[in-house]
Protein backbone atom coordinates (compact mmCIF):
# COMPACT_ATOMS: atom_id res chain seq x y z
CA UNK A 1 0.00 0.00 0.00
CA UNK A 2 1.18 3.08 -0.89
CA UNK A 3 -0.15 6.69 0.42
CA UNK A 4 -0.71 9.57 -1.89
CA UNK A 5 0.76 12.91 -1.39
CA UNK A 6 -1.62 15.42 -2.28
CA UNK A 7 -0.06 18.11 -4.90
CA UNK A 8 2.40 20.99 -3.84
CA UNK A 9 2.64 24.00 -5.80
CA UNK A 10 5.97 24.90 -3.75
CA UNK A 11 7.18 21.55 -4.79
CA UNK A 12 5.90 21.35 -8.22
CA UNK A 13 7.73 24.49 -9.13
CA UNK A 14 11.11 22.86 -7.83
CA UNK A 15 10.39 19.48 -10.43
CA UNK A 16 12.59 21.09 -13.40
CA UNK A 17 15.50 21.98 -11.05
CA UNK A 18 15.27 18.97 -9.69
CA UNK A 19 15.30 16.82 -12.69
CA UNK A 20 18.70 19.22 -13.96
CA UNK A 21 20.16 18.04 -10.39
CA UNK A 22 19.87 21.79 -9.87
CA UNK A 23 18.54 21.97 -6.05
CA UNK A 24 20.22 22.71 -3.12
CA UNK A 25 20.84 19.16 -0.69
CA UNK A 26 18.05 20.06 1.72
CA UNK A 27 15.65 21.08 -1.11
CA UNK A 28 16.34 17.76 -3.24
CA UNK A 29 15.83 15.62 -0.59
CA UNK A 30 12.63 17.41 -0.11
CA UNK A 31 11.92 16.44 -3.47
CA UNK A 32 13.01 12.82 -3.17
CA UNK A 33 10.41 12.57 -0.55
CA UNK A 34 7.82 14.07 -2.57
CA UNK A 35 8.25 12.44 -5.77
CA UNK A 36 8.61 8.89 -3.83
CA UNK A 37 4.77 8.89 -3.12
CA UNK A 38 3.38 11.12 -5.62
CA UNK A 39 2.89 9.66 -8.60
CA UNK A 40 1.96 12.92 -11.28
CA UNK A 41 4.88 14.09 -9.87
CA UNK A 42 7.14 10.99 -10.47
CA UNK A 43 5.79 11.20 -13.70
CA UNK A 44 6.75 14.73 -14.89
CA UNK A 45 10.38 14.46 -13.33
CA UNK A 46 10.40 11.39 -15.70
CA UNK A 47 9.23 13.45 -18.40
CA UNK A 48 11.85 16.54 -17.63
CA UNK A 49 14.80 13.39 -17.41
CA UNK A 50 14.22 12.59 -21.13
CA UNK A 51 14.03 16.58 -22.29
CA UNK A 52 17.54 16.78 -20.16
CA UNK A 53 18.57 13.34 -22.07
CA UNK A 54 18.12 15.50 -25.09
CA UNK A 55 20.37 18.09 -23.83
CA UNK A 56 23.01 15.37 -23.15
CA UNK A 57 23.02 15.47 -27.11
CA UNK A 58 25.17 18.07 -27.36
CA UNK A 59 29.11 17.29 -26.20
CA UNK A 60 31.83 19.46 -26.36
CA UNK A 61 33.79 17.86 -28.93
CA UNK A 62 33.74 14.22 -29.85
CA UNK A 63 31.42 11.36 -28.56
CA UNK A 64 34.07 8.75 -28.11
CA UNK A 65 34.74 7.29 -24.60
CA UNK A 66 38.33 6.43 -24.29
CA UNK A 67 38.75 3.04 -25.43
CA UNK A 68 40.44 1.51 -22.27
CA UNK A 69 37.71 2.23 -20.51
CA UNK A 70 35.93 -0.52 -21.02
CA UNK A 71 38.66 -2.89 -20.48
CA UNK A 72 38.50 -1.24 -16.77
CA UNK A 73 34.79 -1.81 -16.63
CA UNK A 74 35.26 -5.66 -17.52
CA UNK A 75 38.51 -6.43 -15.54
CA UNK A 76 35.95 -4.60 -12.55
CA UNK A 77 33.69 -7.32 -13.50
CA UNK A 78 35.46 -10.36 -13.65
CA UNK A 79 37.01 -9.13 -9.96
CA UNK A 80 33.77 -9.00 -8.68
CA UNK A 81 32.76 -12.58 -10.17
CA UNK A 82 36.10 -14.26 -8.67
CA UNK A 83 35.24 -12.75 -5.54
CA UNK A 84 31.42 -14.16 -5.32
CA UNK A 85 32.40 -17.68 -6.13
CA UNK A 86 35.64 -17.20 -3.53
CA UNK A 87 33.70 -15.12 -0.84
CA UNK A 88 36.94 -13.08 -0.05
CA UNK A 89 36.62 -9.82 -0.67
CA UNK A 90 34.10 -8.68 2.29
CA UNK A 91 32.99 -5.43 0.41
CA UNK A 92 32.16 -7.18 -2.57
CA UNK A 93 30.21 -10.04 -1.23
CA UNK A 94 28.35 -7.65 0.68
CA UNK A 95 27.31 -5.74 -2.19
CA UNK A 96 26.45 -8.72 -3.85
CA UNK A 97 23.83 -9.90 -1.08
CA UNK A 98 22.36 -6.41 -1.58
CA UNK A 99 22.06 -7.38 -5.26
CA UNK A 100 20.67 -10.77 -5.13
CA UNK A 101 18.22 -9.28 -2.62
CA UNK A 102 17.22 -6.39 -4.62
CA UNK A 103 16.30 -8.60 -7.77
CA UNK A 104 13.56 -10.22 -5.46
CA UNK A 105 10.34 -9.71 -5.99
CA UNK A 106 9.62 -9.95 -2.57
CA UNK A 107 12.16 -7.38 -1.47
CA UNK A 108 10.75 -4.89 -3.97
CA UNK A 109 7.50 -5.60 -2.50
CA UNK A 110 8.64 -5.45 1.09
CA UNK A 111 10.57 -1.86 0.37
CA UNK A 112 7.39 -0.56 -1.02
CA UNK A 113 5.15 -1.37 2.14
CA UNK A 114 8.42 0.03 4.34
CA UNK A 115 8.07 3.20 2.29
CA UNK A 116 4.25 3.10 3.15
CA UNK A 117 5.15 2.11 6.81
CA UNK A 118 7.37 5.12 6.92
CA UNK A 119 4.77 7.64 6.05
CA UNK A 120 2.42 6.39 8.48
CA UNK A 121 5.41 6.46 10.83
CA UNK A 122 6.16 9.95 10.41
CA UNK A 123 2.84 11.52 10.17
CA UNK A 124 1.36 10.14 13.22
CA UNK A 125 3.89 8.88 16.03
CA UNK A 126 5.96 10.80 18.40
CA UNK A 127 9.05 9.66 19.41
CA UNK A 128 11.90 11.11 21.43
CA UNK A 129 15.46 11.94 20.62
CA UNK A 130 17.30 8.52 21.83
CA UNK A 131 20.71 8.87 20.65
CA UNK A 132 22.44 11.37 19.36
CA UNK A 133 25.82 10.71 18.00
CA UNK A 134 29.00 12.83 19.08
CA UNK A 135 31.38 10.75 16.39
CA UNK A 136 29.34 11.52 13.11
CA UNK A 137 31.20 15.19 12.07
CA UNK A 138 34.41 13.76 10.50
CA UNK A 139 38.02 13.00 11.89
CA UNK A 140 39.19 10.44 13.84
CA UNK A 141 35.49 9.36 15.02
CA UNK A 142 34.58 9.39 11.39
CA UNK A 143 37.40 6.74 10.61
CA UNK A 144 36.91 4.62 13.60
CA UNK A 145 33.78 3.97 12.25
CA UNK A 146 33.93 3.42 9.26
CA UNK A 147 36.52 0.78 10.11
CA UNK A 148 34.23 -0.56 12.71
CA UNK A 149 31.48 -0.95 9.76
CA UNK A 150 34.00 -2.61 8.22
CA UNK A 151 34.29 -5.37 10.82
CA UNK A 152 30.77 -5.32 11.46
CA UNK A 153 29.81 -6.73 8.30
CA UNK A 154 32.28 -9.82 9.21
CA UNK A 155 30.35 -10.49 12.42
CA UNK A 156 28.08 -13.85 12.12
CA UNK A 157 24.94 -12.84 12.90
CA UNK A 158 25.20 -9.12 11.02
CA UNK A 159 21.96 -7.66 9.65
CA UNK A 160 23.18 -5.19 6.10
CA UNK A 161 20.68 -3.40 4.55
CA UNK A 162 21.14 -0.57 1.90
CA UNK A 163 19.02 2.86 1.63
CA UNK A 164 18.06 4.10 -1.14
CA UNK A 165 15.43 6.54 -2.33
CA UNK A 166 11.97 5.21 -4.62
CA UNK A 167 13.96 3.84 -7.99
CA UNK A 168 16.98 5.73 -6.89
CA UNK A 169 20.37 5.05 -6.29
CA UNK A 170 21.44 3.72 -2.86
CA UNK A 171 23.38 6.49 -0.44
CA UNK A 172 23.78 4.67 2.50
CA UNK A 173 24.60 0.93 3.84
CA UNK A 174 24.08 -0.07 7.59
CA UNK A 175 25.08 -2.90 9.59
CA UNK A 176 23.29 -4.20 12.41
CA UNK A 177 24.75 -6.38 15.03
CA UNK A 178 22.51 -8.89 17.09
CA UNK A 179 23.77 -6.78 20.21
CA UNK A 180 21.91 -3.94 18.81
CA UNK A 181 25.06 -2.05 17.76
CA UNK A 182 24.79 -0.60 14.37
CA UNK A 183 27.03 1.01 11.94
CA UNK A 184 26.71 3.43 8.83
CA UNK A 185 28.66 3.98 6.19
CA UNK A 186 28.23 6.58 2.90
CA UNK A 187 29.50 7.95 -0.04
CA UNK A 188 26.09 9.01 -1.69
CA UNK A 189 24.98 11.93 0.91
CA UNK A 190 25.63 15.18 -0.43
CA UNK A 191 26.98 18.24 1.31
CA UNK A 192 24.55 20.20 3.41
CA UNK A 193 24.50 23.68 4.67
CA UNK A 194 25.16 24.25 8.05
CA UNK A 195 21.79 24.98 8.83
CA UNK A 196 20.63 20.95 8.22
CA UNK A 197 21.75 17.81 9.22
CA UNK A 198 21.24 14.18 8.15
CA UNK A 199 19.72 12.28 10.70
CA UNK A 200 18.68 8.01 11.20
CA UNK A 201 15.90 6.79 12.21
CA UNK A 202 15.11 3.22 13.76
CA UNK A 203 12.05 1.76 12.75
CA UNK A 204 10.67 -0.37 15.68
CA UNK A 205 7.38 -1.30 17.13
CA UNK A 206 5.01 -3.46 14.36
CA UNK A 207 4.71 -3.23 10.90
CA UNK A 208 1.25 -2.16 11.62
CA UNK A 209 1.86 0.16 14.00
CA UNK A 210 5.90 1.38 13.53
CA UNK A 211 7.50 3.85 15.23
CA UNK A 212 10.55 6.23 14.29
CA UNK A 213 13.38 6.56 16.74
CA UNK A 214 16.34 8.38 16.02
CA UNK A 215 19.33 6.25 15.80
CA UNK A 216 21.67 9.01 15.35
CA UNK A 217 22.36 12.90 14.44
CA UNK A 218 24.85 12.35 11.65
CA UNK A 219 25.90 15.47 10.76
CA UNK A 220 25.58 17.61 7.48
CA UNK A 221 28.09 15.52 5.55
CA UNK A 222 28.58 11.98 7.05
CA UNK A 223 30.52 9.21 5.61
CA UNK A 224 30.56 6.91 8.55
CA UNK A 225 29.37 6.78 11.79
CA UNK A 226 27.95 4.07 14.80
CA UNK A 227 25.25 4.43 16.84
CA UNK A 228 22.92 1.48 19.14
CA UNK A 229 19.06 0.28 19.21
CA UNK A 230 17.66 -1.11 22.05
CA UNK A 231 14.61 -1.97 20.77
CA UNK A 232 13.89 -4.73 17.87
CA UNK A 233 14.23 -2.85 14.34
CA UNK A 234 12.38 -3.49 11.66
CA UNK A 235 14.81 -0.79 9.06
CA UNK A 236 15.70 2.73 8.96
CA UNK A 237 15.16 5.59 7.38
CA UNK A 238 17.31 8.96 6.62
CA UNK A 239 15.88 12.11 6.83
CA UNK A 240 17.24 15.86 6.36
CA UNK A 241 16.31 18.15 9.44
CA UNK A 242 17.44 21.73 10.62
CA UNK A 243 20.83 21.51 12.87
CA UNK A 244 21.13 20.23 15.35
CA UNK A 245 18.92 17.30 14.70
CA UNK A 246 14.88 16.99 15.49
CA UNK A 247 13.27 14.90 18.27
CA UNK A 248 10.82 13.74 15.78
CA UNK A 249 11.33 13.86 11.84
CA UNK A 250 9.65 16.83 10.82
CA UNK A 251 9.28 15.67 7.17
CA UNK A 252 9.28 11.97 5.08
CA UNK A 253 12.70 10.20 5.41
CA UNK A 254 14.38 10.86 1.63
CA UNK A 255 15.64 6.93 1.71
CA UNK A 256 15.03 4.27 3.71
CA UNK A 257 14.85 -0.12 3.73
CA UNK A 258 13.64 -2.80 5.26
CA UNK A 259 15.85 -5.38 7.14
CA UNK A 260 15.58 -8.75 5.66
CA UNK B 1 22.15 -14.22 -26.52
CA UNK B 2 24.25 -13.99 -30.03
CA UNK B 3 26.71 -11.28 -30.75
CA UNK B 4 23.58 -10.59 -33.81
CA UNK B 5 20.78 -11.09 -31.40
CA UNK B 6 23.00 -8.22 -29.23
CA UNK B 7 23.44 -5.86 -31.62
CA UNK B 8 19.65 -5.95 -32.60
CA UNK B 9 18.03 -6.50 -29.02
CA UNK B 10 16.29 -3.20 -27.20
CA UNK B 11 17.93 -1.52 -24.79
CA UNK B 12 15.20 -3.21 -22.53
CA UNK B 13 16.20 -6.45 -23.33
CA UNK B 14 19.67 -5.93 -23.08
CA UNK B 15 18.99 -4.52 -19.15
CA UNK B 16 17.35 -7.63 -18.39
CA UNK B 17 19.93 -9.97 -20.16
CA UNK B 18 22.37 -7.84 -17.79
CA UNK B 19 20.25 -8.64 -14.68
CA UNK B 20 21.01 -12.27 -15.72
CA UNK B 21 24.82 -12.09 -15.58
CA UNK B 22 25.98 -11.40 -19.21
CA UNK B 23 28.53 -9.20 -19.54
CA UNK B 24 28.07 -8.76 -23.14
CA UNK B 25 24.95 -7.20 -23.19
CA UNK B 26 26.68 -4.68 -20.67
CA UNK B 27 28.78 -4.18 -23.57
CA UNK B 28 26.31 -3.16 -25.97
CA UNK B 29 24.97 -0.66 -23.98
CA UNK B 30 28.57 0.71 -23.06
CA UNK B 31 29.17 0.85 -26.85
CA UNK B 32 25.51 2.10 -27.39
CA UNK B 33 25.75 4.89 -24.64
CA UNK B 34 29.29 5.35 -23.14
CA UNK B 35 30.16 7.65 -25.96
CA UNK B 36 27.83 10.52 -25.16
CA UNK B 37 27.72 9.96 -21.18
CA UNK B 38 31.32 10.35 -21.48
CA UNK B 39 30.91 13.60 -23.12
CA UNK B 40 28.06 14.86 -20.56
CA UNK B 41 30.05 13.73 -17.96
CA UNK B 42 33.22 15.97 -19.28
CA UNK B 43 31.13 18.85 -20.21
CA UNK B 44 30.00 19.55 -16.90
CA UNK B 45 33.22 18.47 -15.11
CA UNK B 46 35.96 19.76 -17.53
CA UNK B 47 37.97 16.89 -16.56
CA UNK B 48 39.00 13.79 -18.80
CA UNK B 49 39.78 11.72 -15.88
CA UNK B 50 36.90 12.62 -13.63
CA UNK B 51 34.77 11.91 -16.25
CA UNK B 52 36.19 8.33 -17.12
CA UNK B 53 35.27 7.60 -13.63
CA UNK B 54 32.14 8.95 -13.40
CA UNK B 55 31.23 6.50 -16.25
CA UNK B 56 33.06 4.13 -15.00
CA UNK B 57 31.34 4.15 -11.83
CA UNK B 58 27.98 4.43 -13.85
CA UNK B 59 28.21 1.36 -15.58
CA UNK B 60 29.52 -0.66 -13.29
CA UNK B 61 26.62 0.44 -11.04
CA UNK B 62 24.02 -0.85 -13.95
CA UNK B 63 25.92 -3.97 -13.74
CA UNK B 64 25.39 -4.00 -9.71
CA UNK B 65 21.98 -2.90 -9.85
CA UNK B 66 20.56 -3.31 -12.79
CA UNK B 67 16.85 -3.64 -11.27
CA UNK B 68 17.31 0.22 -10.86
CA UNK B 69 16.52 0.65 -14.59
CA UNK B 70 13.27 0.94 -15.32
CA UNK B 71 11.87 0.94 -18.48
CA UNK B 72 8.27 1.69 -18.25
CA UNK B 73 10.09 5.29 -16.58
CA UNK B 74 12.00 5.90 -19.66
CA UNK B 75 14.68 5.48 -22.03
CA UNK B 76 18.01 3.80 -21.14
CA UNK B 77 19.58 6.69 -22.47
CA UNK B 78 17.82 9.19 -20.25
CA UNK B 79 18.72 6.85 -17.27
CA UNK B 80 22.08 6.70 -17.80
CA UNK B 81 22.60 10.51 -17.99
CA UNK B 82 20.48 11.44 -15.50
CA UNK B 83 22.81 8.92 -13.23
CA UNK B 84 25.99 10.32 -15.11
CA UNK B 85 25.01 14.30 -14.48
CA UNK B 86 23.84 13.65 -11.14
CA UNK B 87 27.19 12.42 -10.02
CA UNK B 88 29.22 14.65 -12.34
CA UNK B 89 27.08 17.99 -10.48
CA UNK B 90 27.94 16.03 -7.04
CA UNK B 91 31.30 16.08 -7.57
CA UNK B 92 31.75 19.12 -9.00
CA UNK B 93 29.70 21.04 -5.87
CA UNK B 94 32.64 19.72 -3.94
CA UNK B 95 34.85 22.15 -3.02
CA UNK B 96 38.32 21.20 -4.48
CA UNK B 97 36.57 19.96 -7.54
CA UNK B 98 34.80 23.30 -8.11
CA UNK B 99 38.28 25.12 -7.24
CA UNK B 100 39.92 23.23 -9.55
CA UNK B 101 37.37 23.79 -12.45
CA UNK B 102 37.31 27.60 -11.76
CA UNK B 103 41.24 27.87 -11.86
CA UNK B 104 41.24 26.19 -15.61
CA UNK B 105 38.53 28.46 -16.58
CA UNK B 106 39.90 31.18 -15.99
CA UNK B 107 42.11 30.62 -19.10
CA UNK B 108 39.32 30.46 -21.39
CA UNK B 109 36.23 33.04 -21.09
CA UNK B 110 34.94 35.06 -18.13
CA UNK B 111 31.52 34.03 -19.10
CA UNK B 112 30.17 30.47 -19.81
CA UNK B 113 29.53 29.91 -23.42
CA UNK B 114 27.66 26.76 -24.17
CA UNK B 115 26.85 27.16 -27.60
CA UNK B 116 24.68 24.39 -27.79
CA UNK B 117 22.94 24.90 -30.99
CA UNK B 118 25.91 24.19 -32.84
CA UNK B 119 27.18 20.88 -31.25
CA UNK B 120 23.87 19.33 -31.32
CA UNK B 121 23.40 19.90 -35.08
CA UNK B 122 26.37 17.45 -35.75
CA UNK B 123 24.34 14.85 -34.57
CA UNK B 124 21.93 12.43 -35.80
CA UNK B 125 18.97 13.63 -33.57
CA UNK B 126 20.97 17.05 -33.63
CA UNK B 127 18.33 19.23 -36.15
CA UNK B 128 15.25 18.26 -34.48
CA UNK B 129 17.11 19.23 -30.65
CA UNK B 130 18.21 22.25 -32.48
CA UNK B 131 14.79 23.33 -33.76
CA UNK B 132 13.03 22.42 -30.04
CA UNK B 133 16.07 24.38 -28.45
CA UNK B 134 15.06 27.40 -31.05
CA UNK B 135 11.82 27.90 -29.76
CA UNK B 136 12.67 27.98 -26.40
CA UNK B 137 12.91 31.87 -25.04
CA UNK B 138 16.52 33.29 -24.78
CA UNK B 139 15.45 33.30 -20.79
CA UNK B 140 14.25 29.46 -20.69
CA UNK B 141 17.04 28.19 -22.96
CA UNK B 142 20.00 30.54 -20.94
CA UNK B 143 18.43 29.24 -17.05
CA UNK B 144 18.52 25.11 -18.35
CA UNK B 145 22.33 25.57 -19.81
CA UNK B 146 23.87 27.28 -16.90
CA UNK B 147 21.77 24.56 -14.71
CA UNK B 148 22.53 21.35 -17.27
CA UNK B 149 25.88 22.20 -18.36
CA UNK B 150 27.08 24.83 -15.63
CA UNK B 151 26.55 22.56 -12.95
CA UNK B 152 24.41 25.33 -11.03
CA UNK B 153 21.91 24.97 -8.68
CA UNK B 154 18.98 27.22 -9.89
CA UNK B 155 20.08 29.71 -6.68
CA UNK B 156 23.00 30.45 -8.78
CA UNK B 157 21.43 30.57 -11.94
CA UNK B 158 19.15 33.17 -10.52
CA UNK B 159 21.85 35.31 -9.06
CA UNK B 160 24.80 34.98 -12.36
CA UNK B 161 21.01 35.87 -14.65
CA UNK B 162 20.73 38.69 -11.98
CA UNK B 163 16.61 37.41 -12.06
CA UNK B 164 14.03 36.55 -8.84
CA UNK B 165 14.65 32.91 -7.95
CA UNK B 166 10.95 31.91 -8.32
CA UNK B 167 11.56 32.95 -12.60
CA UNK B 168 14.38 30.55 -13.11
CA UNK B 169 12.75 28.17 -11.34
CA UNK B 170 9.26 28.64 -13.39
CA UNK B 171 11.60 29.34 -16.17
CA UNK B 172 13.70 25.96 -16.12
CA UNK B 173 10.38 23.57 -15.71
CA UNK B 174 8.53 25.69 -18.49
CA UNK B 175 11.18 25.20 -20.84
CA UNK B 176 12.13 21.12 -20.34
CA UNK B 177 8.37 20.93 -20.68
CA UNK B 178 8.55 22.75 -23.84
CA UNK B 179 11.59 21.16 -24.77
CA UNK B 180 9.75 17.65 -24.37
CA UNK B 181 6.72 18.56 -26.48
CA UNK B 182 8.68 19.84 -29.41
CA UNK B 183 10.62 16.86 -29.33
CA UNK B 184 7.29 14.36 -29.50
CA UNK B 185 6.36 16.42 -32.12
CA UNK B 186 9.41 15.93 -34.00
CA UNK B 187 9.16 12.06 -33.05
CA UNK B 188 12.49 12.17 -31.04
CA UNK B 189 10.45 11.25 -28.22
CA UNK B 190 7.42 9.25 -27.87
Known amino acids: MNIPAPNDPELDALLGAYALDALDPGERARVDAYVATNVQARDEVDELRESAAALALAPVDDTTAPPELWDRI ?4 ERELAAESGGEDEDVEDELAARRGRRSPRWMTIVAA ?21 NAGGGTGERAAAAAFVRAGQVAGARKVALAP ?3 AEVARVVLLPDGSGYLKSDGLAQLDAQ ?7 LTGSAAHPVAISAGVLGSHPQAAEFRTSDPVLGFALTVEPAP ?3 QPSQAPFASALLS | MSDAQRRAATDGDLARVVAEGDRLALGELYTRHAGPCFALARRVLADRVLAEEIVQEVFLRLWRRPERFDAARGSMRSFLFAQVHGRSVDLLRAESARRAREEREAFRSPTIDVDLERAVAELSEGE ?4 ALADLSEGERGAIELAYFGGHTYREVAVLLELPEGTVKSRIRSGLLRLRAALIDAGVHE
Open chain 1, 114 to 134: AAAMIAIALTVQVVSLHHRLD
Open chain 1, 74 to 77: SRTI
Open chain 1, 245 to 247: GAP
Open chain 1, 166 to 168: ANG
Open chain 1, 196 to 202: HTYQLWA
Open chain 2, 128 to 131: AVRR
